[in-house]
């Protein structure tokens, strides 16, 4: 699959796909990478080193500085993949690139082709936003 | 001006435009990574170049005694609201920059704004524009002085295409209640997610207040950066205005059964809080209490203290607390045990009493966000009823518009 690159990067991870949005701001936690926003279904998971898997997006303008941060402190996810365009989440990426020289690739997916991600898969993301299963 | 350009690639933008404000959000403490962004600005000798107002810090500046947590992260939440004030924003610290007379934008006016409610609040029920920014971009834009052309800069981006009617088995009473609002920002958060969608069958003319608090809901639950209210909101005159003539890509009802659902869905406390259920905290002003908002609380007081043991905490901008002591109501409300915190924000700040008891509120963003953020269980309900539960030491329910809880 080919996407269009909100953030460039090469990334390898297993896929977690999200089974609903999540706000990163009040959803993780920059300093371990659990999720813990309590509504939603996948609480106490991980995304640290995951190709994260989002249909959609929603909630906190403050997601930018979380992702950022996330990635200076070691527990970002490897990739995240999106079924829309999201401006802060590619902002975050930016900002953590130029601060700290760690790329973190966001590719937007038709979101018939990023269903087709199953949860726990081997994923990874090369340079232009090919993504490639398995 | 390179993120501004990465902006306008992201969002598919062909030229950038001007704009005549700014409010930013980046001022908000979450770890070196947003100290090491505004340091790499202030090394450049960046500054402003359009007013530019801030949202909410790490900390009270003006009640510094408040803050019940690390010290250490108290003067890192200090140091970055006080790098934004020297690159030349203003130091108004609230996340609802609406409810400054100086700091509202007119009709039309194309913004830069971060903060969701913010956002949400300024293109719905103003009618300024701005896309949804977040961190970083809404200090580059504030820098540039301008932002891409593109989104809800442009016309056709503000059309609703989805429209949400109101269903008849709503009792007109619910409509008068101040906790239909937030329960429905919730609701069209999740059917709109980042569409814009119209509101039809809402009272017209809904105060600021009520349409506040949809917007901050929805922003919370979906990534609603604009919605319409048909017979309220600016671009709503009429619903064949809201849709800009053009035929809408969804039309669904609100029944009672999804709000009752959503309603019970903001509380977290074990057993759904009925009445009776003993709380340790009330907390009120999320977004930030307009002064319309304070007049209330003292109202619902009406001169009666929280009961002992009980925290009763409202959250506003140190902007409309300064016109609360100027008439007098800031005095009143101390007076009868009422905490007022500025500049951040109950659910970010260490500032609550710890209690192993549950904490009410009316704002459907604090019960989305405060579990998570500060470990709370949550109970949902009205401005009226928070106030009475406070001063009852226990859940206090309104027998009127949601009928039996």
């Given at each position: 699959?080919?996407?269009?690159?909100?953030?460039?990067?090469?990334?390898?991870?297993?896929?977690?796909?999200?089974?609903?949005?999540?706000?990163?701001?009040?959803?993780?936690?920059?300093?371990?990478?659990?999720?813990?926003?309590?509504?939603?279904?996948?609480?106490?998971?991980?995304?640290?080193?995951?190709?994260?898997?989002?249909?959609?997006?929603?909630?906190?303008?403050?997601?930018?500085?979380?992702?950022?941060?996330?990635?200076?402190?070691?527990?970002?996810?490897?990739?995240?993949?999106?079924?829309?365009?999201?401006?802060?989440?590619?902002?975050?990426?930016?900002?953590?690139?130029?601060?700290?020289?760690?790329?973190?690739?966001?590719?937007?997916?038709?979101?018939?082709?990023?269903?087709?991600?199953?949860?726990?898969?081997?994923?990874?993301?090369?340079?232009?936003?090919?993504?490639?299963?398995? | 001006?390179?993120?501004?350009?990465?902006?306008?690639?992201?969002?598919?933008?062909?030229?950038?435009?001007?704009?005549?404000r700014a409010h930013v959000?980046?001022?908000?403490?979450?770890?070196?990574?947003?100290?090491?962004?505004?340091?790499?600005?202030?090394?450049?000798?960046?500054?402003?170049?359009?007013p530019t107002t801030l949202n909410?810090?790490?900390?009270?500046?003006?009640?510094?005694?408040?803050?019940?947590?690390?010290?250490?992260?108290?003067?890192?939440?200090?140091?970055?609201?006080?790098?934004?004030?020297?690159?030349?924003c203003q130091p108004t610290y609230t996340?609802?920059p609406y409810?400054l007379?100086a700091a509202?934008?007119?009709?039309?006016?194309?913004?830069?704004w971060?903060e969701?409610?913010a956002?949400?609040?300024?293109?719905?029920?103003?009618?300024?524009?701005?896309?949804?920014?977040?961190?970083?971009?809404?200090?580059?834009?504030a820098?540039?002085?301008?932002?891409?052309?593109?989104?809800?800069?442009?016309?056709?981006?503000?059309?609703?295409?989805?429209?949400?009617?109101?269903?008849?088995?709503?009792?007109?009473?619910?409509?008068?209640?101040?906790?239909?609002?937030?329960?429905?920002?919730?609701?069209?958060?999740?059917?709109?997610?980042?569409?814009?969608?119209?509101?039809?069958?809402?009272?017209?003319?809904?105060?600021?207040?009520?349409?506040?608090?949809?917007?901050?809901?929805?922003?919370?639950?979906?990534?609603?950066?604009?919605?319409?209210?048909?017979?309220?909101?600016?671009?709503?005159?009429?619903?064949?205005?809201?849709?800009?003539?053009?035929?809408?890509?969804?039309?669904?009802?609100?029944?009672?059964?999804?709000?009752?659902?959503?309603?019970?869905?903001?509380?977290?406390?074990?057993?759904?809080?009925?009445?009776?259920?003993?709380?340790?905290?009330?907390?009120?002003?999320?977004?930030?209490?307009?002064?319309?908002?304070?007049?209330?609380?003292?109202?619902?007081?009406?001169?009666?203290?929280?009961?002992?043991?009980?925290?009763?905490?409202?959250?506003?901008a140190?902007g409309?607390?300064?016109?609360?002591?100027?008439?007098?109501?800031?005095?009143?409300?101390?007076?009868?045990?009422?905490?007022?915190?500025?500049?951040?924000?109950?659910?970010?700040?260490?500032?609550?009493?710890?209690?192993?008891?549950?904490?009410?509120?009316?704002?459907?963003?604090?019960?989305?966000?405060?579990?998570?953020?500060?470990?709370?269980?949550?109970?949902?309900?009205?401005?009226?009823?928070?106030?009475?539960?406070?001063?009852?030491?226990?859940?206090?329910?309104?027998?009127?518009?949601?009928?039996?809880?």
């Amino acid at each position: 699959m080919r996407g269009r690159v909100l953030a460039d990067g090469i990334a390898n991870g297993t896929a977690l796909v999200l089974e609903q949005p999540l706000s990163l701001w009040g959803g993780i936690d920059p300093a371990t990478g659990s999720i813990i926003d309590v509504r939603h279904p996948q609480l106490g998971r991980s995304v640290t080193g995951r190709v994260l898997v989002m249909g959609a997006v929603r909630g906190s303008s403050s997601s930018s500085s979380i992702l950022a941060e996330a990635v200076r402190a070691g527990f970002a996810p490897a990739a995240i993949l999106l079924g829309e365009p999201d401006l802060i989440l590619a902002v975050g990426a930016a900002v953590a690139e130029e601060l700290y020289g760690i790329r973190l690739p966001v590719v937007q997916l038709p979101p018939a082709e990023l269903k087709t991600i199953p949860d726990g898969a081997p994923v990874s993301v090369g340079e232009g936003g090919e993504v490639t299963v398995g | 001006m390179r993120l501004v350009v990465r902006a306008a690639e992201v969002l598919g933008a062909e030229r950038l435009i001007p704009i005549t404000r700014a409010h930013v959000d980046s001022c908000l403490y979450h770890g070196e990574a947003t100290i090491d962004f505004v340091r790499r600005l202030i090394e450049g000798g960046a500054q402003v170049t359009v007013p530019t107002t801030l949202n909410v810090g790490a900390l009270d500046l003006l009640h510094p005694e408040l803050w019940q947590g690390d010290p250490r992260a108290a003067e890192r939440g200090r140091l970055l609201m006080d790098h934004y004030r020297s690159l030349g924003c203003q130091p108004t610290y609230t996340c609802a920059p609406y409810q400054l007379a100086a700091a509202r934008p007119a009709f039309g006016e194309q913004v830069a704004w971060a903060e969701s409610n913010a956002i949400v609040f300024c293109n719905s029920v103003l009618g300024a524009r701005t896309e949804r920014y977040g961190d970083f971009t809404d200090i580059a834009c504030a820098i540039s002085g301008r932002v891409p052309d593109a989104g809800l800069h442009r016309t056709d981006a503000r059309r609703a295409t989805l429209v949400l009617r109101l269903g008849p088995d709503l009792p007109p009473a619910l409509l008068e209640d101040d906790s239909l609002y937030p329960v429905l920002g919730i609701v069209l958060g999740r059917r709109a997610g980042s569409r814009v969608g119209v509101l039809d069958g809402l009272p017209s003319r809904t105060s600021e207040e009520r349409l506040k608090a949809v917007g901050a809901a929805a922003a919370s639950s979906g990534a609603v950066a604009m919605f319409h209210a048909v017979g309220s909101t600016p671009e709503a005159p009429t619903l064949e205005a809201a849709l800009q003539g053009r035929e809408p890509e969804e039309e669904a009802q609100i029944g009672l059964a999804e709000l009752r659902a959503a309603r019970a869905e903001l509380t977290t406390a074990p057993g759904g809080a009925p009445a009776g259920t003993p709380i340790g905290t009330v907390s009120l002003g999320t977004p930030h209490a307009s002064l319309e908002e304070l007049r209330a609380v003292e109202r619902e007081l009406a001169g009666a203290r929280p009961a002992p043991g009980v925290e009763l905490l409202v959250s506003t901008a140190r902007g409309t607390l300064a016109e609360a002591e100027e008439e007098g109501l800031a005095g009143r409300l101390r007076a009868t045990g009422v905490e007022l915190l500025v500049d951040t924000c109950s659910y970010i700040a260490p500032v609550l009493r710890p209690s192993p008891l549950p904490a009410m509120t009316d704002s459907g963003k604090w019960a989305f966000y405060a579990p998570g953020n500060i470990g709370v269980e949550v109970v949902f309900g009205s401005l009226r009823e928070c106030v009475r539960s406070a001063v009852d030491g226990r859940v206090w329910r309104d027998a009127g518009a949601w009928g039996a809880t």
